[in-house]
């Protein structure tokens, strides 16, 4: 048995069932959590992010940071953050763009939120010439303008699971029948107070979904791009606005793994409510942008254009491969409707500064 699925028992046997976000924390994040032992991606890992399947997906985002620097006024020191920035892939992708921008790359300091050795040091190798600097949690990032990143971030953020019955409203908990971990329901916890007028609709049997964890990072982002100025861009998978329904999931060799089997060893994840991060930046006085697809954000910031581009000086083979990857990322079966995209910006920003989302 992995230690943390012990741990975790262990807990559940002390101070009874535990609720569905107490159980992602720590298996995710506790000590020897998933997040902080395991290098998950890549085809030998257990999921594929979007840097990892074509270099032009950075690329672009590495544009839209030199847009979005200039558009701030171009200022001589920022902070160019990301948060769950993986192998580095993403990040190095978007600084070799940003070559064209000679002026930008002297002016960033890139930040990196990371709380996992092995994937730190991948991260340093890639971005040795970057001198970047690591943190464990984004309130450490010091002062000053910024422009931040987070690719698929907040689907691992943990969630409250709240399932409507017919005596109201309980939480959603893990516990132990026999030597089994299986789902109950308890008194609902203070999470309560963060359904959304949708869930209003609930019927009997029905579950929401909230994550106090995404609200505080999301209004932690707000209130510093309205005080500091600047600008972050979150991709990640889940519908454009509040809704109904149960998403928690695991995920194991690219295979959907019972979530609650072997803990530890299995990514979990739940879809992203959208409508509840928007609603908790615009009340921090962060402008918001979107939802825009993800297949929409990047035919606006001109992905077809660099495939063509990149194809014109490929063989048949590459050529192939590249079509393989826009459609890939693009595509409403693929990635391209489910996964969706957001800007947030201090209100010093115009409508439009936001490049591709702008209209979106």
Sequence with gaps: MHPVERSIRDRIAREGPLTVASVMEQALAGRHGYYRDNDPLGPEGDFITAPEVSQMFGELIGLWCVDTWQRLGSPPHFHLVE???????????????????????????????????????????????????WHATFSDVPSGP?????????????????EMTAQGWRERVIGLQGDALQFGLAAPSPALGLLQPAHALAEPGEIAEVSPASIALIDGIARRLVQERGAALIIDYGPGTSGLGESFQALKSHRYHAPLEELGTADLT????????????????????????????????????????????????????????????????????????????????????????AGL
């Design 146 to 162: 910024m422009i931040l990143i987070a690719n698929e971030l907040f689907d691992a953020l943990p969630i409250h699971q709240l």
């Design 83 to 133: 948060i769950g920035p993986g192998r580095g892939t993403l990040m190095a992708d978007a600084l070799r763009a940003a070559r064209v921008a000679p002026d930008f790359l002297a002016a960033k300091q890139v930040n990196l939120i990371e709380i996992n050795d092995t994937l730190k040091h991948k991260q340093g190798e890639k971005l040795r010439e970057h001198a970047p600097i």
């Design 270 to 357: 739940a879809h992203v409510d959208f409508g509840a991060l928007i609603k908790a930046a615009r009340q921090a006085g962060a402008l918001v942008f979107g939802p825009a697809t993800q297949g929409d954000f990047l035919r606006a910031l001109g992905i077809e254009l660099r495939a063509d581009m990149l194809a014109k000086r490929s063989d048949l083979a590459t050529t192939e491969i590249l079509r393989r990857q826009v459609h890939r990322l693009i595509a409403p079966e693929q990635m391209g409707r489910l996964f969706k995209v957001i800007g947030l910006a201090g209100p010093d920003l115009e409508i439009d500064a936001l490049g591709g989302l």
